[in-house]
Every structure is written in C-alpha cells, then in structure tokens.
T-cell receptor
Framework: GAVVSQHPSWVICKSGTSVKIECRSL??????MFWYRQFPKQSLMLMAT?????????EQGVEKDKFLINHASLTLSTLTVTSAHPEDSSFYIC???????????FGEGSWLTVV | AQKVTQAQTEISVVEKEDVTLDCVYE???????LFWYKQPPSGELVFLIR??????QNEISGRYSWNFQKSTSSFNFTITASQVVDSAVYFC????????????FGQGTRLTINP
C-alpha cells in the first residue's frame, strides 16, 4: 500500500532555533499534503493544507510565519518550526493524498521537544 | 460546518469481548468520505477503512466491521473477539471533497483491551 515517510521521528532542539520536518510520499504522487499537530490525549488538529507548487493554506490561529510549509514537489512537503519555544513541543504528523485519490495516508509522526 | 463526534472518550473491555466504537458526523455536503484510523502508542496513524457517501454497504474485514447509516449520520466500528493488540486510540474522520477538502477528525476513542 501507499507509504508516507516522515523524518525525523524524534527531535530535540533548543529554544529559539528552527527545526525542519520532512514528509515524503514514497510510492505515489501527493498533490495535497496536510500537517497536523497533536497534543497528548487530544485529537489531531489540522494546521495547514499544502498543494504542490502553491502556497499553503493555514487554519485559523496557526501562525504562517512560525510554521513554514513548503511543498516543492509531488513527493515532498516540509514543515519548519521557526524560533521554536517549549510550547511548540508536540507531536506533528503529516498526511498525503494522491492524484485523484480519496484515501489519505499518514506519516509516522515527529515528536518535537523544545528545551 | 463539518464535524465528527466520537462520544466515547475511553472504553475498557476484557479480551474476547466485542466492542463498538461510535462515530457521528455532520455535513451539508452530499459527497464525502468517512475514515477510521488506529493510533497505537507509538503514534503513527494506521488507515483502517474508507467509505464514500454513496456506498452504505456494511463492510467486514476479519474481526473488524463497519456499519454506515446515512439516515443517522453514523459510521460505527465494531471489533469482534477483541485482543490486547487492539488497544489503541481510534479516530473517525470526515473528508469533504469540495471546497477546502479538509480531513476533519473526531476526538478519538481510547480503547483498552485487558487480558
């Protein structure tokens, strides 16, 4: 089946630094990728939707200058958390939707800890 | 607005019992998809099933079965003869095809199967 790979799985960074998380679709072309954030024991909250070659659409309340999303190719989207702070510590997970497909597959997720 | 409600926050049963996870959704769109995902403690989201709004056939896959009732806007998930490995958080999600094409998640149901 379709596979979405996310990297890194775990990252610890210092407050004030930036960290990049990659999301790759391994065996299909993903026209749309979604980025979610999940706090402990809570549901997934959609942060933004990105379409290949165009600017991401951010959900209300999500700072686009803080959470930079780039979807440069049909198989890669990146989320960069800029000037990270401890409150940005969370589980970030991406998902990808293929061309003409309505099944959405998820990456393994990335645990971000800002110290 | 689109919304998914999983009223059961936590369920705990003894192994081999049958258990049903409820999912109720709201949408004014006529074309949509419903999903169930499993999230084990490791965090990744595992795709279980997709159902489109025009297909009300129930589905069975091994010990898993799904009951889609458009009249009550419900898409319930039943695990028969539950096993400890079924312990996880289960999410029901709704994908609207038109417009923003966002995947909206329910709050999740934490299922614990006790030996």
């Amino acid at each position: 089946g379709a596979v979405v790979s996310q990297h890194p799985s775990w990252v610890i960074c210092k407050s004030g630094t930036s960290v990049k998380i990659e999301c790759r679709s391994l065996d299909f072309q993903a026209t749309t990728m979604f980025w979610y954030r999940q706090f402990p024991k809570q549901s997934l909250m959609l942060m933004a939707t990105s379409n290949e070659g165009s600017k991401a659409t951010y959900e209300q309340g999500v700072e686009k200058d803080k959470f930079l999303i780039n979807h440069a190719s049909l198989t890669l989207s990146t989320l960069t958390v800029t000037s990270a702070h401890p409150e940005d510590s969370s589980f970030y997970i991406c998902s990808a939707r293929g061309v003409g497909g309505n099944t959405i597959y998820f990456g393994e997720g990335s645990w971000l800890t800002v110290v | 607005a689109q919304k998914v409600t999983q009223a059961q926050t936590e369920i705990s049963v003894v192994e081999k019992e049958d258990v049903t996870l409820d999912c109720v959704y709201e949408t004014r769109d006529t074309t949509y998809y419903l999903f169930w995902y499993k999230q084990p403690p490791s965090g990744e989201l595992v795709f279980l099933i997709r159902r489109n709004s025009f297909d009300e056939q129930n589905e069975i896959s091994g010990r898993y079965s799904w009951n889609f009732q458009k009249s009550t806007s419900s898409f319930n998930f039943t695990i028969t003869a539950s096993q400890v490995v079924d312990s996880a958080v289960y999410f029901c999600a709704l994908l609207i095809i038109q417009g923003a094409q966002k995947l909206v998640f329910g709050q999740g149901t934490r299922l614990t199967i006790n030996p």
